[in-house]
Antibody, heavy 122, light 108 residues
């Protein structure tokens, strides 16, 4: 059973960079889109972007400030959001999306981490 | 962007009753719709994908239906552990996926 675990600072100052890492255990890195999603307090879910075999794709609303990368040797992928403001305060989730080569729930989020709260405040 | 509108915002029911949750898309998403359950302090759990397919390990009391713009998640007989937040999500415009705003299922 695959497990995902987010890690990173819980408090970031305005204008600084938010950095999170997701460690994947119990599963392969291949054939999956490794994604980040966030949820501001009391609000809905927003897709941030993914990394897949070294290529990336981002939500246009965040594209200019977001970078997602992967380290397959460590079974990890990471999120960086630059120039953060209070609007970036949210619970950040990492999640796995099966691609076309995987049977089942292709292109849906079939496994999620438990999430980590990041507060942007001075 | 495809906007998903879920209704009702809150549904108050008792254990043993049946629940019907709705999700309406602003444009045709074919059958490319999923339902997730979220409990406090946890990430969402995939329940249904492609409108009507149960994900691995999901009990048979959960079922999904619909296509095009109107979708329904039905829980046939509520168990205490079913009271949670439910989201729909479309992937017809992958990778620009969107989520609904959620329906809270609470104990009456």
């Amino acid at each position: 059973q695959v497990q995902l675990q987010e890690a990173g600072p819980g408090l970031v100052k305005p204008s600084e960079t938010l950095s999170l890492t997701c460690t994947v255990s119990g599963g392969s890195f291949n054939h999956y889109y490794w994604s980040w999603i966030r949820q501001p307090p009391g609000k809905g879910l927003e897709w941030i972007g993914y990394v897949y075999r070294g290529s990336t794709n981002y939500n246009p609303s965040l594209k200019s400030r977001v970078t997602i990368s992967r380290d397959t040797s460590q079974n990890q992928f990471s999120l960086r959001v630059t120039s953060v403001t209070a609007a970036d305060t949210a619970v950040y989730y990492c999640a796995r999306v099966p691609g076309i080569a995987v049977a089942g729930a292709q292109y849906y989020f079939d496994n999620w981490g438990q999430g980590t709260l990041v507060i942007v405040s001075s | 962007e495809v906007v998903l509108t879920q209704s009702p915002a809150t549904l108050s029911l008792s254990p043993g009753e049946g629940a019907t949750l709705s999700c309406r898309a602003s444009q045709n998403v074919a059958n490319y719709l999923a339902w997730y359950q979220q409990k406090p302090g946890q990430g969402p759990r995939l329940l249904i994908y492609d409108a009507s397919n149960r994900a691995t390990g999901i009990p048979a009391r959960f079922s999904g239906s619909g296509s095009g713009t109107d979708f329904t998640l039905t829980i046939s007989s509520l168990e205490p552990e079913d009271f949670a937040l439910y989201y729909c999500q479309q992937r017809s415009t992958w990778p620009l996926i969107t989520f609904g705003q959620g329906t809270r299922l609470e104990i009456k």
